[in-house]
Protein backbone atom coordinates (compact mmCIF):
# COMPACT_ATOMS: atom_id res chain seq x y z
CA UNK A 1 0.00 0.00 0.00
CA UNK A 2 1.34 3.26 -0.66
CA UNK A 3 0.95 6.42 1.54
CA UNK A 4 -2.13 8.55 0.49
CA UNK A 5 -0.85 11.65 -1.34
CA UNK A 6 2.35 10.49 -2.10
CA UNK A 7 1.91 10.54 -5.88
CA UNK A 8 1.10 14.57 -6.05
CA UNK A 9 4.02 14.92 -3.81
CA UNK A 10 6.50 13.24 -5.99
CA UNK A 11 5.29 15.37 -8.91
CA UNK A 12 5.71 18.49 -6.68
CA UNK A 13 9.24 17.09 -5.73
CA UNK A 14 10.40 16.15 -9.24
CA UNK A 15 8.98 20.11 -10.51
CA UNK A 16 11.09 21.37 -7.96
CA UNK A 17 14.38 18.72 -9.01
CA UNK A 18 13.43 20.02 -12.92
CA UNK A 19 13.00 23.49 -11.91
CA UNK A 20 16.87 24.12 -10.37
CA UNK A 21 18.58 21.36 -12.50
CA UNK A 22 19.12 18.59 -9.83
CA UNK A 23 19.57 14.78 -10.16
CA UNK A 24 19.84 13.95 -7.02
CA UNK A 25 17.83 13.30 -3.78
CA UNK A 26 18.14 12.43 -0.21
CA UNK A 27 15.38 11.62 1.73
CA UNK A 28 15.76 11.14 5.58
CA UNK A 29 12.75 8.85 6.22
CA UNK A 30 12.70 5.54 5.17
CA UNK A 31 9.45 5.03 4.29
CA UNK A 32 9.31 8.25 2.52
CA UNK A 33 12.40 7.33 0.07
CA UNK A 34 10.93 3.79 -0.80
CA UNK A 35 8.04 5.78 -2.19
CA UNK A 36 9.37 8.64 -3.96
CA UNK A 37 12.16 6.47 -5.51
CA UNK A 38 9.09 3.61 -6.61
CA UNK A 39 6.70 7.11 -7.94
CA UNK A 40 9.70 8.47 -9.54
CA UNK A 41 10.93 5.55 -10.93
CA UNK A 42 11.08 6.69 -14.93
CA UNK A 43 12.83 10.19 -14.11
CA UNK A 44 16.61 10.21 -14.56
CA UNK A 45 17.51 10.98 -10.51
CA UNK A 46 19.41 8.81 -8.43
CA UNK A 47 18.07 9.09 -4.52
CA UNK A 48 19.84 8.67 -1.32
CA UNK A 49 19.72 8.42 2.08
CA UNK A 50 22.32 10.40 4.93
CA UNK A 51 24.81 7.65 6.44
CA UNK A 52 27.43 8.71 8.75
CA UNK A 53 30.25 5.91 8.80
CA UNK A 54 30.05 4.86 12.18
CA UNK A 55 26.50 5.31 13.02
CA UNK A 56 24.15 2.30 13.07
CA UNK A 57 22.60 1.27 10.68
CA UNK A 58 18.47 1.53 10.89
CA UNK A 59 17.85 0.47 7.34
CA UNK A 60 19.11 -1.58 3.71
CA UNK A 61 18.65 2.41 1.93
CA UNK A 62 21.79 3.45 4.32
CA UNK A 63 23.32 0.45 2.80
CA UNK A 64 22.41 0.61 -1.00
CA UNK A 65 21.96 4.08 -1.50
CA UNK A 66 24.35 5.98 1.36
CA UNK A 67 25.09 9.70 1.01
CA UNK A 68 28.61 9.62 1.19
CA UNK A 69 30.44 12.09 3.04
CA UNK A 70 32.74 13.02 0.28
CA UNK A 71 29.17 14.52 -2.33
CA UNK A 72 30.01 17.40 -4.86
CA UNK A 73 27.20 16.93 -6.68
CA UNK A 74 23.63 19.51 -5.97
CA UNK A 75 20.94 17.42 -4.81
CA UNK A 76 17.18 18.61 -3.35
CA UNK A 77 17.12 17.21 0.38
CA UNK A 78 13.85 16.07 2.37
CA UNK A 79 14.86 16.38 6.24
CA UNK A 80 16.66 17.88 9.09
CA UNK A 81 19.77 19.83 8.25
CA UNK A 82 21.43 18.22 11.32
CA UNK A 83 21.21 14.51 9.79
CA UNK A 84 23.91 16.15 6.60
CA UNK A 85 26.12 17.70 8.75
CA UNK A 86 28.96 15.21 8.31
CA UNK A 87 29.46 16.14 4.79
CA UNK A 88 33.38 17.24 4.21
CA UNK A 89 32.77 19.29 1.66
CA UNK A 90 31.35 22.99 2.56
CA UNK A 91 27.68 23.22 1.19
CA UNK A 92 24.82 26.00 0.76
CA UNK A 93 21.44 25.74 1.39
CA UNK A 94 18.04 27.15 0.14
CA UNK A 95 14.51 26.34 1.82
CA UNK A 96 12.07 25.55 -0.15
CA UNK A 97 8.73 25.67 0.71
CA UNK A 98 7.44 21.97 1.00
CA UNK A 99 4.07 21.11 -0.06
CA UNK A 100 1.46 20.82 3.08
CA UNK A 101 1.82 17.00 3.52
CA UNK A 102 2.85 15.22 6.50
CA UNK A 103 3.56 12.15 5.92
CA UNK A 104 6.28 11.29 8.55
CA UNK A 105 6.11 12.46 12.59
CA UNK A 106 8.09 15.66 11.71
CA UNK A 107 7.24 18.24 9.57
CA UNK A 108 9.10 17.51 6.20
CA UNK A 109 11.31 20.47 5.46
CA UNK A 110 13.06 20.60 1.73
CA UNK A 111 15.81 22.32 0.87
CA UNK A 112 18.11 22.65 -2.47
CA UNK A 113 21.82 21.61 -1.13
CA UNK A 114 25.13 23.39 -3.36
CA UNK A 115 28.32 22.90 -2.90
CA UNK A 116 30.93 25.60 -2.79
Known amino acids: DRISGINEF????????SKSNI???VVTDRLLFSNLN????????SFY???KD?????NHFMISNPLKNEMEDSFLFIGDLSE???LKNNFTFKSLKAPSYKFTKKT??????YFN
Not at 54 to 58: L, Q
Open 10 to 17: AENIYSEV
Open 23 to 25: SNI
Open 38 to 45: YELRNKKL
Open 49 to 51: MPS
Open 54 to 58: NDKIT
Open 84 to 86: INY
Open 108 to 113: LKVYEI
